[in-house]
């Protein structure tokens, strides 16, 4: 038994849910309709800009390799729309209920007015960890990576030894993977949360591998990663995927006085 060799996992196109959620992150909550907040997570579809993302991401999947041994999707319609859309060659996809959304729980399609409002103290622990942070009967990054992606690599480890495998997911499901695969500090968590350099876009890819891209030799555990994102030419209006260098991880170890750095880092707060 081991780990897939290459594993691609992809975000989903933008879908109706996106462009509501940014409408009121600016100042617009007219989407919000009574209509549109009884709408199950599970049943948004794409938008026409969220199937152009889908093309141009499975066309890129298409150029790195023509096919792959599994093919997973979560089983929400958004992921299921920007898989059919990516048109991979002779695909058979297999839905995974493990790779579904993040649950938002009672705020989810609610405005953040109303999550203000209705949810105070809640809210504050949004702003103040986003790790650990639950949403009211909902779930955390954490709970996502200890009950789900934990689940997800188990699987894969008995079922996809040495396999190129391509899944189609969510944001935060990413986040949570990547969490766990990279063994990430709850420090180095938040940063990436907090910066536009790490923001899973529509439809970005990441590319992780046990092969190192220069030499060839393959390795236990992933120790590489690469990301590719459709972007769009102001230019040309056309997508393109823009691709960054490889990069290379392995799980961290702490000495004593490592762990005392980290602490003193944290200021008294009495």
Request: hydrophobic content about 35%; glycine content about 4%; charged content about 25%.
């Amino acid at each position: 038994m081991g780990m897939p060799l290459d594993m691609y996992v992809i975000r989903h196109g933008e879908s109706e849910a996106n462009v509501i959620i940014t409408a009121g992150e600016n100042g617009d909550n007219s989407l919000y309709t009574q209509d549109n907040v009884t709408v199950p997570d599970r049943s948004w579809r794409l938008t026409a800009t969220g199937r152009k993302q889908a093309d141009c991401i499975g066309r890129w999947l298409v150029e790195q390799q023509q096919l792959f041994d599994r093919y997973l999707v979560s089983p929400y319609v958004r992921t299921r729309e920007t898989a059919a859309t990516m048109a991979l060659p002779k695909a058979k996809w297999e839905e995974n209920r493990v790779l579904r959304e993040r649950s938002w729980g009672e705020i989810n399609t609610i405005t953040k007015d109303d999550f203000r409002s209705n949810y105070p103290r809640n809210w504050q622990f949004k702003a103040n960890d986003p790790l650990y942070w639950r949403p009211p009967a909902g779930e955390s990054i954490a709970d996502v990576a200890e009950n789900r992606v934990h689940n997800l690599l188990t699987s894969l480890d008995r079922k996809s030894d040495a396999q190129s495998v391509v899944m189609v997911s969510h944001g935060d499901l990413m986040l949570a993977l990547m969490l766990v695969l990279e063994d990430l500090s709850d420090e180095e968590f938040m940063h990436r949360a907090a910066s536009d350099d790490w923001k899973i876009t529509n439809c970005t890819c990441l590319h992780y591998s046990r092969r190192d891209p220069s030499t060839g030799r393959t390795y236990k555990r992933f120790r590489w990663e690469q990301t590719a994102r459709p972007v769009l030419n102001a230019q040309s209006g056309k997508w393109e995927v823009a691709v960054s260098d490889w990069r290379s991880f392995k799980k961290p170890t702490l000495s004593n006085g490592d762990l005392v750095d980290v602490v003193h880092a944290v200021d008294p707060h009495l």
